[in-house]
């Protein structure tokens, strides 16, 4: 890593940590930075994991007692199914070959770009079929659990995008109170990708200089952007998100 990759990954660290803290979606911008270094994509997206990791756990505490008994009800299964899809996603990315996965890159950019788009009219939809749920809760506990797992292992494989997935569950289970949801999201989010970046570690696919850094420029990101969220509109933030997720996408796609 020279000097002028080491700043230039710093910066993106700083930004990314600074759109987790305000709308989501700082992958947009650090895993591509990883890749414009000249990082494989595999090692990118597994030093991107380790990077962000820290900065999702330290969020989990300010939203702890914001859980509500219905999102406490939901926490084990949906944990337990959770930490078998993160490791399993894990694996799968380590087995797949990196052209593959470098030419799966345009389409997961794209498609989570797409998501967080659509996120505010999937959340809606998924709200209108909570009715149907609510008279099988057995049923719907299974199917949410599983649902959950298919998620979890796009997050080991992945995750961009994946906190409105989260989301639109949570609200085919019926829950409407969104501090209770944003916190069960982040808690979840952690335990998968901290399933995902153990399985990282250990088959030693992280980069660590990197990874370091960038976990630095992360934190000092987040806690920034979380004061300065305060003077900026979040429709701002989410249009700039959007923008900079197409535009990856469609780099990726002409590369």
Not at 59 to 71: N, P
Not at 96 to 108: A, D, Y
Not at 143 to 168: D, R, T, W
Not at 245 to 250: E, Q
Request: aromatic share 10%.
């Amino acid at each position: 890593m020279t000097l002028a990759q080491g700043a230039f990954l710093f910066g993106a660290a700083l930004l990314a940590g600074a759109l987790n803290s305000v709308a989501g979606g700082g992958g947009f911008i650090a895993f591509p930075a990883l890749i414009f270094t000249g990082m494989p994509p595999i090692q990118a997206n597994a030093t991107n994991a380790a990077a962000l990791w820290p900065g999702t756990v330290a969020s989990t505490g300010a939203y702890w007692r914001a859980l509500d008994d219905e999102a406490r009800r939901l926490l084990l299964p949906l944990t337990i199914t959770g930490v078998a899809g993160g490791l399993l996603g894990a694996i799968i990315l380590l087995k797949t070959p990196q052209r593959t996965f470098l030419s799966m890159v345009p389409w997961l950019l794209l498609g989570a770009t797409l998501l967080f788009v659509f996120s505010g009219r999937i959340t809606v939809w998924m709200r209108r079929h909570t009715e149907n749920m609510q008279h099988a809760p057995h049923l719907a506990m299974l199917g949410a659990a599983l649902v959950q797992l298919v998620i979890a292992l796009y997050i080991g494989f992945f995750g961009a995008g994946a906190g409105i997935l989260m989301l639109g569950l949570l609200a085919l289970m019926g829950m409407k109170n969104i501090h209770a949801m944003n916190g069960l999201k982040t808690m979840l989010a952690s335990i998968c990708n901290g399933m995902a970046v153990a399985t990282f570690i250990v088959a030693k696919a992280i980069i660590w200089p990197q990874a370091l850094l960038m976990i630095v420029g992360a934190a000092l990101g987040g806690y920034g952007g979380a004061w300065y969220a305060q003077k900026v509109p979040p429709a701002r933030v989410r249009q700039f998100v959007i923008v900079v997720g197409f535009a990856m996408s469609a780099y990726f796609f002409v590369r």
